[in-house]
């Protein structure tokens, strides 16, 4: 065999050897990017952030997170906040190492007021409150609660309470802030003298009419539960039947005197007092 030949050969199986391998290699790298996620880069909150708190380069970072959980409307870098050209504030509480969402942040051009965190096509309408219509001042910001409305279809009121009646007017709805405070992250009871809720255009007609109607009050709610549920008005005839199948009739006895006996004597008792009589045969 000419060496020419021998030479031939042995570079063939070199070069085939050697797409054996990169093969191989190739089918492992794709079977590793198939079996893990794929990664995307997203901006987070470099410390906790407050309602209001300005947000500069110093407040953010980025990080890789994998592609599948990136949450809707996130950033995927820094420059996409334009912080050198708009000046950004979170309209909520953000802790820190949390995903930055366009949600949570004011916008190009806008403050971080209420307005900016009521949700479109709604509107915020403010009730006046105290101590017994704000639950013990236990109704805060993100909450969710029950309206009701105590009303009288009597003009004279006053000198009927037989005319008074009451409906549950909206549920299930949110509270945006109390008095003029909108932080979500309030957790601690105080008697507010307004909550402002968030309710549709119509809804907001509704409470204007109820004011003027009657008395409001608010019911709440479990931030758990979302359900409506079907009631109806509650009268006073309501409540005096309730009473008269709750409450059990009392009953009265008499004290009797003892009947007297011919010729023996006879116990007299009036209220405390105690008599004896004698009586003949």
Same mark, same amino acid.
């Given at each position: 065999?000419?060496?020419?030949?021998?030479?031939?050969?042995?570079?063939?199986?070199?070069? @085939?050897?050697?797409?054996? =391998?990169?093969?191989?290699?190739? !089918?492992?790298? *794709?079977?590793?990017?198939?079996?893990?996620?794929?990664?995307?880069?997203?901006?987070?909150?470099?410390?906790?952030?407050?309602? #209001?708190?300005?947000? #500069?380069?110093?407040?953010?970072?980025?990080? +890789?997170?994998?592609?599948?959980?990136?949450?809707?409307?996130?950033?995927?870098?820094?420059?996409? =906040?334009?912080?050198?050209? $708009?000046?950004? &504030?979170?309209?909520? %509480?953000?802790?820190?190492?949390?995903?930055?969402?366009?949600?949570?942040?004011?916008?190009?051009?806008? +403050?971080?007021?209420?307005?900016?965190?009521?949700?479109?096509?709604?509107?915020?309408?403010?009730?006046?409150?105290d101590d017994v219509v704000g639950v013990a001042g236990f109704v805060?910001?993100? %909450?969710?609660?029950?309206?009701?409305?105590?009303?009288?279809?009597?003009?004279?009121?006053?000198?009927?309470?037989?005319?008074?009646?009451?409906? !549950? !007017?909206? *549920?299930?709805? +949110?509270?945006?802030?109390?008095?003029?405070?909108?932080?979500?992250? $309030?957790?601690?009871?105080?008697?507010?003298?307004?909550?402002?809720?968030?309710?549709?255009?119509? &809804?907001?007609?509704? =409470?204007?009419?109820? @004011?003027?109607?009657?008395?409001?009050?608010?019911?709440?709610?479990?931030?758990?539960?979302?359900?409506?549920?079907?009631?109806?008005?509650?009268?006073? &005839?309501? !409540?005096?039947?309730?009473?008269?199948?709750?409450?059990?009739?009392?009953?009265?006895?008499?004290? +009797?005197?003892?009947?007297?006996? @011919?010729? $023996?004597?006879?116990?007299?008792?009036?209220? %405390?007092?105690?008599?004896?009589?004698?009586?003949? *045969?």
């Amino acid at each position: 065999m000419r060496r020419a030949t021998v030479i031939t050969l042995g570079v063939a199986a070199l070069f @085939a050897t050697g797409a054996i =391998l990169f093969g191989r290699s190739w !089918l492992d790298q *794709q079977n590793a990017s198939a079996r893990s996620p794929g990664m995307s880069t997203i901006v987070v909150t470099a410390r906790a952030l407050k309602f #209001g708190d300005a947000i #500069g380069a110093a407040d953010i970072r980025q990080v +890789r997170w994998p592609a599948e959980s990136v949450p809707a409307g996130a950033f995927h870098s820094v420059a996409d =906040l334009r912080l050198g050209l $708009e000046q950004r &504030q979170a309209l909520q %509480d953000i802790a820190a190492n949390e995903p930055l969402i366009a949600s949570r942040i004011t916008g190009s051009g806008q +403050r971080a007021i209420l307005s900016a965190v009521v949700s479109p096509g709604m509107r915020a309408f403010a009730i006046r409150v105290d101590d017994v219509v704000g639950v013990a001042g236990f109704v805060l910001p993100n %909450d969710r609660v029950d309206i009701i409305l105590v009303r009288s279809e009597d003009s004279n009121r006053y000198n009927n309470n037989n005319a008074f009646r009451s409906d !549950l !007017l909206l *549920q299930n709805v +949110r509270v945006l802030g109390i008095d003029q405070e909108a932080n979500t992250q $309030e957790n601690t009871p105080r008697i507010a003298r307004a909550v402002t809720l968030e309710v549709s255009p119509e &809804q907001a007609q509704i =409470l204007s009419l109820a @004011a003027q109607a009657g008395s409001l009050r608010l019911a709440l709610r479990n931030q758990a539960g979302s359900e409506v549920q079907n009631t109806r008005t509650i009268t006073v &005839q309501d !409540l005096r039947n309730t009473s008269e199948t709750t409450t059990p009739t009392a009953q009265h006895f008499q004290r +009797r005197a003892p009947r007297a006996e @011919a010729g $023996e004597a006879v116990v007299v008792i009036r209220g %405390d007092d105690r008599a004896v009589t004698h009586v003949s *045969q």
